[in-house]
T-cell receptor, first 113, second 110 residues
Framework: KQEVTQIPAALSVPEGENLVLNCSFTDSAIYNLQWFRQDPGKGLTSLLLIQSSQREQTSGRLNASLDKSSGRSTLYIAASQPGDSATYLCAVNYGGSQGNLIFGKGTKLSVKP | GAGVSQSPRYKVAKRGQDVALRCDPISGHVSLFWYQQALGQGPEFLTYFQNEAQLDKSGLPSDRFFAERPEGSVSTLKIQRTQQEDSAVYLC????????FGQGTRLTVV
């Protein structure tokens, strides 16, 4: 069964810290991997999309890496801010444009001012 | 439109009532997905459309759940005879390569 696991389930850090969120997946034959942010009561906002041929993607203070051979991705957030507080979800796509996403349960991040 | 739009945002239904949830995808997006997200969990796949064709409905939890996309644009997820375990957020996503999600419909069955 294809599964996605996110560790830790929750994380609380002081403002300004750099932090890493982890995502692991059981089947390495992925098409792409996507990181999302979800605020309470809201939908999902796409942060970064990494194709299977890529090793990393960057957007502002966010950097996502992908290591297919080990079945892992990390989301690095630099200089965290209280506005970064949200749940971060990792999702793996095995089927391309027709493929549904398989999600982890998310990491709930709280950045304290 | 600029993004994926879902309506209603919130729905309270009495147990046994039928509900219909609407999704307006991003214009031109061929692929449309429905997901169910229980409290504290990640979204779980329900069904997939390519244009008007429903190519995968393996995630629908029971035959009370039905989805359609008759003209290859707007999609409706219908739940018949709602049960308390149907309470969740229902998310719609449209995609070319990257998935874009709507705000979701929070369904509460009482």
């Amino acid at each position: 069964k294809q599964e996605v696991t996110q560790i830790p389930a929750a994380l609380s850090v002081p403002e300004g810290e750099n932090l890493v969120l982890n995502c692991s997946f059981t089947d390495s034959a992925i098409y792409n991997l996507q990181w999302f942010r979800q605020d309470p009561g809201k939908g999902l906002t796409s942060l970064l999309l990494i194709q299977s041929s890529q090793r990393e993607q960057t957007s502002g203070r966010l950097n996502a890496s992908l290591d297919k051979s080990s079945g892992r991705s990390t989301l690095y957030i630099a200089a965290s801010q209280p506005g970064d507080s949200a749940t971060y979800l990792c999702a793996v796509n095995y089927g391309g444009s027709q493929g549904n996403l398989i999600f982890g349960k998310g990491t709930k991040l709280s950045v304290k001012p | 439109g600029a993004g994926v739009s879902q309506s209603p945002r919130y729905k309270v239904a009495k147990r046994g009532q039928d509900v219909a949830l609407r999704c307006d995808p991003i214009s031109g997006h061929v692929s449309l997905f429905w997901y169910q997200q229980a409290l504290g969990q990640g979204p779980e796949f329900l069904t997939y459309f390519q244009n008007e064709a429903q190519l995968d409905k393996s995630g629908l939890p029971s035959d009370r759940f039905f989805a359609e996309r008759p003209e290859g644009s707007v999609s409706t997820l219908k739940i018949q005879r709602t049960q308390q375990e149907d309470s969740a957020v229902y998310l719609c996503a449209s995609s070319l390569a990257e998935a874009f999600f709507g705000q979701g419909t929070r369904l509460t069955v009482v």
